[in-house]
Each structure stands twice: as structure tokens, then as C-alpha cells.
Nanobody, 127 residues
């Protein structure tokens, strides 16, 4: 059983920064993709950024240049650095992992492509 635990959410002013963390356990588990998704009230869950096991990333258009994903394999932790925050970034942010095999040429940007989820961490940006 894979467990994902997010931390680091909170409140920020427009233009500010926050860093989210996602700890993955058990530490020996292999994932094919990991990612950050978010869900605002009344909206569907949407991709923020995903990363594959060789470090290739795909960002949503509205966070490109502002958000950055990274991972510390020694700590089995995924990070999301969020800069230049906007009120539209307000949402519950979720860490996700895919353990099912992937296929060449496939894209994994939908929530249904992921097998395990964290409990979420709230990010609120005020203007």
C-alpha cells in the first residue's frame, strides 16, 4: 500500500511563494509517474505538473514559469515550489502517484491515470 502525505500548504499574498512537500512511503516503492493536482471549490481536479521516473516534466500552461517540481529520491519526497502566486491558484493541492506501467507515447495528465493520492493540502492566495 502506497501512502502519500502532503505538507506545506497555507496562506500567501498575491505574488508570494509557498513550497509543498509530498512524502512517499514505503520508501522502496517504485512509481512510474508522480504529480501535483489541484481542485478549487466547484471545479474539477486538474493537473498542475507531472514528472516521470527519468525526470521529464509536464506543466499546466497557467503555472509554467511560476511553479517548479523537484524530487529528493534519497528522502522519497516530491516538492512543488510555487512562486508569483495568484488568487486563481487557491485550491486544495494533491500529490498523486502512478504505479501501473506506462506506455510509450502515453500522456498521464488526468486524475484517472493515477493510483494513489494524498489527503491534500490547502493553498489560499489573497489579493
Amino acid at each position: 500500500q502506497v501512502q502519500l502525505v502532503e505538507s506545506g500548504g497555507g496562506s500567501a499574498q498575491s505574488g508570494g511563494s509557498l513550497r509543498l512537500s509530498c512524502a512517499l512511503s514505503p520508501y522502496t516503492y517504485s512509481t512510474y509517474y508522480m504529480g501535483w493536482f489541484r481542485q478549487a471549490p466547484g471545479k474539477e481536479r486538474e493537473v498542475v505538473v507531472v514528472i516521470d521516473r527519468v525526470g521529464m516534466t509536464t506543466y499546466a500552461d497557467d503555472v509554467k514559469g511560476r511553479f517548479s517540481i523537484s524530487q529528493d529520491n534519497a528522502k522519497n519526497t516530491l516538492y512543488l515550489q510555487m512562486n508569483s502566486l495568484k488568487p486563481d491558484d487557491t485550491a486544495m493541492y494533491y500529490c498523486a502517484a502512478r504505479v501501473r506501467p506506462v506506455y510509450r507515447g502515453g500522456t498521464y495528465l488526468e486524475p484517472s491515470h493515477y493510483d494513489y493520492w494524498g489527503q491534500g493540502t490547502q493553498v489560499t492566495v489573497s489579493s
